[in-house]
């Protein structure tokens, strides 16, 4: 019968890893000659495209994973971290509990920003120019999406995140070597330019912005960005929770304990009176 399954090995298959005794490989390639020749951000490429980058492309990839590894303990993701451990947590479980929390609140933006660079793309493919493929886009996304444009906006950076101008140089440097198109860059920046004249003030692109113009720039799938920001944020989740279990601590809640929370619910003592 087409299609039936005749052994256990039919079970799982994946073009990933092939593995006998004494013999591992990463997408046809021998783990020994990966070993000491390939840097992490090139088997990351390597593991999720099924390709080995150039040693430019896994630069500017590994810029991207750099900027993005912390954001101090009052990101939610690093201060579950720290909380987990104090309950008791190891550093796998303290790690867990932080990457669990990067969604689309939290930890998406870089994904979502992909998305919308590649509408205002497709947009421009169809005949608009970016000036006015921008503005439609941005209006697409937030009647459909959200009313937050992701990559765009800081509470804490402001006017300017520290962290955009540098990737968006590196970006430029290698769009002018010809390594990536820079399309991507113009559009982070034609998005910037139309939120600072519509807000009447600078709205800085922010981390997820700016890495997502690098993930767009060398290729990688809106998803990817997201797992992306997860493999980078885990360098400073993994930091804090081993500071944390250095530090000490018990039971740390998110709050210290003679701050209370705001109770809004029936008082029966008021009630009575």
């Known amino acids: 019968m087409s299609g039936e399954k005749n052994d256990v090995s039919d079970w799982w298959s994946t073009s990933i890893i092939d593995m006998a005794p004494g013999q591992i490989r990463f ?3 021998p783990i020994e ?9 090139q088997m990351i490429w390597l593991m999720t495209r099924g390709s080995l980058p150039s040693e430019p492309e896994a630069r500017l990839l590994e810029a991207a994973l750099v900027a993005a590894v912390d954001h101090g303990p009052q990101a939610p993701s690093i201060a579950a971290a720290r909380m987990a451990v104090t309950c008791g947590l190891g550093l796998n479980g303290a790690m867990a509990s932080a990457v669990n929390m990067l969604d689309d609140v939290h930890g998406g933006a870089g994904e979502q920003a992909v998305e919308l660079y590649h509408m205002i793309i497709d947009a421009c493919e169809d005949g608009a120019p970016l000036e006015e493929a921008t503005p439609r886009m941005i209006d697409l996304w937030q009647n459909e999406r959200s009313k937050f444009v992701p990559g765009f906006g800081h509470r804490f950076h402001k006017p300017e995140d520290p962290r955009a101008p540098r990737l968006l140089r590196l970006v430029d ?4 070597e010809g390594i990536v198109s820079g399309q991507f860059a113009d559009i982070g920046r034609a998005i910037q330019k139309t939120l600072n004249t519509r807000k009447g003030k600078p709205v800085p692109m922010n981390i997820d912005g700016a890495t997502a113009v690098i993930y767009a720039e060398l290729g990688f799938a809106p998803p990817l960005a997201r797992g992306l920001f997860c493999l980078s944020r885990s360098v400073g989740v993994i930091a804090h929770a081993w500071e944390q279990m250095n530090q000490g601590g018990r039971n740390k809640g998110p709050t210290p304990p003679a701050y209370r929370w705001t109770y809004t619910g029936p008082n029966p003592i008021d009630d009575d009176a």
């Open 27 to 29: 997408r046809g390639m």
């Open 33 to 41: 000659q990966l070993i000491g020749s390939v840097s992490f951000p």
């Open 173 to 176: 440097e290698a769009a002018s």
